[in-house]
């Protein structure tokens, strides 16, 4: 062998060691179903190197020192055990909005409907009054707080709606805020166009909206960049199924990818809608039937479950984790962060794709990462630890990958390293590993 095909070394500038598991998610490429949705790709007693925020390598830690080339000054973390895994990926949410609804719980629990509250000028609605009244400089701030503290429970991947102004410059006010919530976070932000998320108040018709969207909206969004994704709330009293595959279709033709909020809480086409475009993901879909759910399964578009919303919403319905799965649906995971729903916790959501959507443990954990991030069209580049990754990883201090969701989500992380950076350290009751 020449000196010139001799293999490169890897280096570390830090090392992540006294792991008793690493989840490194390795598998098959593309979105996993069937029984690759539960293989984690765990290494026992294991470490990480990073080199430039990226990782370098990843196996058994008796193997590091003699095939890892540590650079002079390296930052070592020790740690007493726990589990790493890949930073989670939050494949739906509506961080971009302005204030609150909590007046509308007492509402809810007396069994007043999400559409009724939204027909009578809440819900949504309100929300849509509060957004589009404040300043950019005020939903800046309002979803920096939430990112931080989304990031602070290991989410390091967020896909980002807008959908609370429902108007041209609204929306865009709204996408533009992203790449400046990135670059403040080091969050990877995937930004998505939600006009069809209602029907504006006092719209002078149906028809006219949509006109707007098509001839408007969307070729402006995808012009500038603004987003990489068109979505639509397709259910009774907002999109019908014809309505929302008409506005895909137009962002499909620009070039923006079709997502699909799909049976929520009735039947409506929306599953059907998202196989017949081969949609990236279809979301929500509590009440989508076992004919859909085949549909979803042989044209490859992940389900975006979101468990906790029919918690949040009082429903009777709970997220259909198990039957996706036995139906051979690639699953993932979301928190649907959003005034209904105000989650902000991953590992919440872990626990309530387990006990209510009754998908096992490791499954609730590819859904929350690798499936994920191909439900947001980062499959390949987020949700995995692999060399040549970005060094997105959180570290738990928990006996094993299972405990997550057993926990319910009640032991926050012990570190979360962004592009090999730890976004916790320094925080107030910060626990740091050792440092050799």
Not at 126 to 140: G, K
Request: with cysteine.
């Amino acid at each position: 062998m020449t000196p010139a095909s001799a293999p490169t070394v890897p280096r570390a500038d830090l090392l992540l060691t006294g792991l008793s598991e690493v989840a490194t998610l390795a598998g098959p490429p593309g979105p996993r179903s069937g029984l690759a949705l539960g293989e984690l790709g765990v290494l026992e007693d294991a470490a990480i190197a990073i080199d430039g925020g990226r990782i370098s390598w990843i196996g058994p830690e008796r193997r590091l020192r003699r095939e890892v080339r540590v650079r002079p000054g390296a930052r070592h973390r020790s740690f007493s055990g726990g589990i790493a895994l890949p930073g989670f990926v939050d494949a739906h949410t509506h961080v971009l909005f302005a204030g609150s609804r909590e007046s509308e719980i007492g509402r809810k629990v007396q069994g007043e409907s999400y559409l009724s509250i939204a027909r009578s000028g809440g819900g949504l609605y309100r929300t849509v009054r509060d957004t589009r009244a404040a300043s950019p400089s005020r939903l800046f701030e309002e979803a920096l707080a939430r990112l931080e503290r989304m990031r602070a429970w290991g989410t390091t991947t967020v896909e980002v709606k807008s959908g609370y102004c429902l108007d041209l410059e609204g929306e865009l006010k709204l996408l533009r805020l992203v790449p400046s919530l990135a670059r403040a976070t080091g969050l990877t932000l995937v930004p998505t166009y939600l006009g069809g998320h209602a029907y504006p108040p006092h719209t002078s018709g149906h028809e006219s909206y949509l006109r707007l969207m098509e001839r408007k909206v969307i070729p402006r969004v995808a012009r500038e960049g603004l987003a990489r994704f068109c979505d639509v709330f397709c259910e009774k009293g907002f999109f019908s199924a014809r309505e929302s595959e008409r506005l895909l279709r137009v962002g499909l033709r620009h070039g923006l990818g079709a997502k699909i909020h799909a049976d929520e809480f009735s039947v409506t086409g929306g599953a059907e809608v998202a196989a017949r475009l081969h949609a990236t993901s279809a979301d929500h879909l509590l009440e989508t039937p076992p004919r859909a759910r085949e549909a979803l399964a042989r044209a490859g578009v992940v389900a975006v479950l979101l468990p906790v919303t029919p918690l949040a919403s009082l429903a009777d319905s709970r997220s259909l984790g198990r039957e996706m799965a036995d139906q051979g649906v690639a699953v993932a995971l979301g928190s649907d962060l959003s005034p209904n729903s105000w989650v902000e916790s991953m590992p919440m959501v872990l626990g309530h794709a387990v006990h209510g959507g009754r998908l096992t443990p490791s499954e609730a954990i590819v859904a929350a990462t690798v499936n994920a991030a191909h439900a947001i069209g980062l499959g390949g580049v987020a949700g995995e630890l692999a060399p040549g990754r970005r060094a997105d990883v959180v570290v738990f201090d928990l006996p094993g990958a299972e405990h997550l969701a057993y926990r319910w989500g009640t032991l926050p992380p012990k570190a979360v390293f962004l592009v090999g950076r730890d976004v916790l350290e320094g925080r107030s009751g910060y626990r740091r590993g050792s440092r050799r």
